[in-house]
């Protein structure tokens, strides 16, 4: 039985760091990048480390196995990650419904086992995400590779919408954003 919960040891920061290798771009066919989606950020275990102090991260686990995992990276945090650095420096020159988009937390990546896929554990993993989170953030905010439409439908499901686009490493991106005071109407 698979059970949603807050990443806390560091065996369970390796679960993800092996569940983030087997779905980087760079790890999987062409094919299996359109059809499943895929991953570009690499980190490794003492970034890992600073993030999950800073933002514990959401993980699914079966047993002692991560099967899905979601990252959480706070504006401070993620300018440590040449990635995140950038998107978190998009995302502040982003105008949301007239304003700056400011008090957000950052969605520094999402994965689910390809095993597992097909069980909402995407949708579970974003529950869990903003209830541990929106009572301290206004907005979550992530990009989504434009080549990864499996993973763009996915997040406007869960409520995200797309505010702006950029360019990183010759890939088009949409800035996507989950305002958390409109979560009562997504609950339903």
Same mark, same amino acid.
């Given at each position: ?9 560091? $065996? ?19 094919? @299996? =990048?359109?059809?499943?989606? #895929?991953?570009? /950020?690499?980190?490794?275990?003492? #970034? ?5 102090? *800073?933002?514990?991260?959401?993980? *699914?686990?079966?047993?002692? =196995? ?6 959480? /990276?706070?504006? @401070? ?30 969605? *520094?990546?999402?994965?689910?086992? %390809?095993?597992?896929? !097909? $069980?909402?554990?995407? $949708? %579970? ?8 989170? *929106?009572? +301290? ?15 763009? %439908? =996915?997040?406007? %499901? ?13 890939? !088009? ?11 009562? =109407? +997504?609950?339903?």
């Amino acid at each position: 039985m698979v059970q949603i919960q807050i990443a806390t040891t560091d $065996q369970e920061l390796v679960g993800i760091l092996n569940l983030q290798k087997a779905n980087l771009r760079k790890n999987i066919s062409d094919e @299996e =990048a359109l059809t499943q989606g #895929f991953l570009m /950020a690499e980190y490794d275990l003492p #970034f890992l480390q600073k993030l999950n102090e *800073a933002s514990p991260g959401i993980i *699914a686990k079966d047993g002692d =196995a991560v099967v899905g995992y979601s990252l959480v /990276a706070l504006p @401070e945090t993620a300018r440590q990650h040449p990635l995140l650095a950038d998107l978190a420096q998009n995302i502040e020159r982003c105008v949301f419904h007239g304003n700056p988009i400011e008090n957000y937390a950052i969605v *520094a990546q999402l994965c689910v086992s %390809k095993n597992y896929r !097909g $069980q909402d554990l995407v $949708q %579970k993993l974003y529950g869990s995400f903003r209830d541990y989170y *929106a009572d +301290q953030y206004t907005y979550c905010v992530t990009d989504v590779a434009q080549a990864n439409a499996r993973s763009l %439908k =996915a997040h406007k %499901k869960r409520g995200f919408q797309v505010i702006d686009t950029l360019s990183y490493g010759g890939i !088009g991106w949409d800035i996507v954003l989950w305002d958390w005071h409109k979560k009562a =109407a +997504q609950d339903s």
